[in-house]
């Protein structure tokens, strides 16, 4: 079962030869997916042979192989993680009872909606990274953002197959959408707020790969508890690639503090602006970046009060992450004290899962940087540590939403808000250094002044192979 059909057009795991009107569906819609990767993926790389892995089959040991590849020809397909065999609903009003292998029709509105907002971030992302290999830092890095692109354009293919496998028309119309619908495009956004904010440099996309990306393995997670089997098991399988973008994200923040340290330690100083004009970035201008995408990040959890998240929960479509590790599963009974900026109160604990989630979401945030303060704090410069902004700062979504909150978490006047608004987040001014770092390093083994080289490279070959062949 879990071995994966490459001889055909779509590579799959789900038998999808033996559904021709399935089959013909997706062959339908796989040419506009490769009009799109060609007109809104990566520009101008798509000759170029990347060193890129590829599933062969959805276990957990040994599922990737390693080779060159032209992305264009990326083997995009249908890939599910094994079927758990008499699984039930494990939380929610029906728990106990088998999972559904076909959607129910009181859930369908609900189970295309949440399944269309995690398919929009997919190519979303992709859209928002389209430029960033022409200020690479290395080919390694390059390699790592073609990989993280190609997934995503994977994971779209995920969402479409529940599309076009489940909802029938609407899903096929749904899908095509996926494809109309742009980051940061004015008459047709993609949904969520953060996927259509731009991603112009690369402190961005480590910062996206580890905050963002992390929001998609919480919702990934949550997903894949659904009683909706089919989802749960496209969500499993999609869990295992996105360890790797996390990874992208937390090297590449603890590579860019490395090599901060050590121009510090040449230079003898903490000063910023000396920093800067050696060619690193301060800690302070990465807090800032960390920041703003951690308060984007935040807000793609929703409203603290939610009747969709108590909705989702006691219908079994959606979830808490890893709900097994809690020990109550329906939840009728229990109340959360929430805060807001009117006070405290008991709200239903139902109503409150999206703020539970965005709660394990910042302690799995934290790890992260108590590694990167580790090498800060041994370096010397303990006062410089690195934070997270409080759930409350700079939030667009929810009881917090335009509230002025410092990162600390503190209400302060609107006046001193917007004053304050650039020491907190990247000004203008710091865009423009970080954009003027920003230059193509493509030669083998070496690496941009700004970030350390990485400690080891990717499936155990050396840091300077040519990990992508340049035309
Ligand atoms: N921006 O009750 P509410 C990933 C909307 S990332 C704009 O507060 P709910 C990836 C909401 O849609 C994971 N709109 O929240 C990462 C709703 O609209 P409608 C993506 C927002 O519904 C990196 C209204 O506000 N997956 O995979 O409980 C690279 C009231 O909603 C935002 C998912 O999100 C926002 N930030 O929860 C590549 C999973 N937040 O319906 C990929 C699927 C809320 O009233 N989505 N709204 O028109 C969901 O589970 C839920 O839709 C949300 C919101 C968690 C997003
Ligand atoms: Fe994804
Ligand atoms: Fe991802």
Redesign the pocket.
């Known amino acids: 079962m879990s071995g994966i059909n490459y001889s055909e057009k779509i590579p799959n795991n789900v038998n999808l030869v033996n559904d021709r009107t399935l089959q013909r569906a997706l062959e339908h819609w796989q040419p506009k997916f490769i009009d799109w990767w060609k007109g809104m993926g990566p520009t101008d790389f798509q000759g170029a042979d990347v060193y890129l892995r590829t599933a062969v089959s959805v276990d957990s040991d040994g599922w990737a192989q390693y080779g060159a590849v032209k992305m264009p020809d990326y083997r995009w397909g249908i890939f599910l993680a094994d079927p758990v065999s008499e699984r039930k609903i494990g939380f929610g009003d029906a728990m106990g009872q088998p999972v559904w292998q076909q959607v129910p029709g009181e859930y369908r509105s609900t189970l295309r909606?949440?399944i269309v907002?995690?398919g929009d971030?997919?190519p979303?992302?992709v859209e928002q990274q389209r430029l960033l290999g022409h200020t690479c830092p290395s080919l390694y890095d390059l390699r790592n953002l073609f990989q993280i692109n190609v997934e995503?354009g994977r994971?779209l293919w995920a969402m479409v197959y529940l599309l076009h496998a489940y909802f029938g028309r609407d899903g096929r119309e749904e899908a095509e959408e996926l494809l109309q619908r742009h980051s940061g495009d004015l008459d047709k956004p993609r949904?969520?707020?953060?996927f259509n904010e731009p991603i112009s440099d690369w402190l961005s996309l480590y910062c996206?790969t580890y905050f963002?990306?992390r929001?998609?393995k919480y919702?990934?997670k949550?997903?894949a508890e659904s009683g909706f089997d089919p989802l749960s098991r496209t969500c499993r399988f999609m869990l295992t690639e996105e360890a790797h973008?996390m990874f992208v994200g937390e090297t590449g923040i603890g590579r860019v503090i490395k090599r901060t340290l050590e121009v510090m330690k040449e230079l003898g100083t903490d000063d910023p602006a000396r920093i800067r004009a050696h060619g690193a970035v301060d800690l302070g201008l990465l807090q800032k970046y960390l920041n703003f995408w951690c308060s984007s990040s935040l807000?793609?959890?929703?409203?603290e009060i939610?009747?969709?998240?108590a909705a989702?929960f006691a219908n079994g479509l959606?979830g808490r992450p890893d709900e097994t590790t809690y020990d109550d599963h329906v939840l009728r009974e229990k109340t959360f004290a929430l805060t807001a900026p009117q006070g405290t109160e008991n709200v239903p604990m139902l109503n409150a899962l999206?703020e539970v989630m965005r709660e394990s979401y910042l302690k799995d945030c934290e790890i992260g940087l108590k590694r990167w303060n580790r090498n800060i704090e041994r370096a010397g410069y303990p006062a410089l540590a690195l934070k997270l902004p409080s759930m409350r700062f700079r939030r667009?979504?929810?009881a917090w939403a335009g509230q002025p909150v410092n990162p600390e978490g503190v209400v302060v006047d609107q006046n001193s808000y917007d004053k304050n608004l650039d020491h907190w987040i990247p000004s203008p001014a710091d865009r423009a250094f970080v954009q003027s770092l920003m230059q193509r390093v493509v030669e083998p083994g070496k690496i941009a002044g700004w970030v350390a080289p990485p400690d080891r490279g990717i499936n155990n070959l050396p840091v300077d192979h040519e990990y992508v062949k340049l035309q």
């Open positions: 909606r949440l907002t995690q971030t997919e979303a992302s995503e994971h949904i969520l707020s953060t996206f963002t990306d929001d998609g919702q990934l949550s997903l973008h807000d793609l959890f929703g409203s939610s009747s969709n998240s989702n959606k999206n667009s979504i929810g």
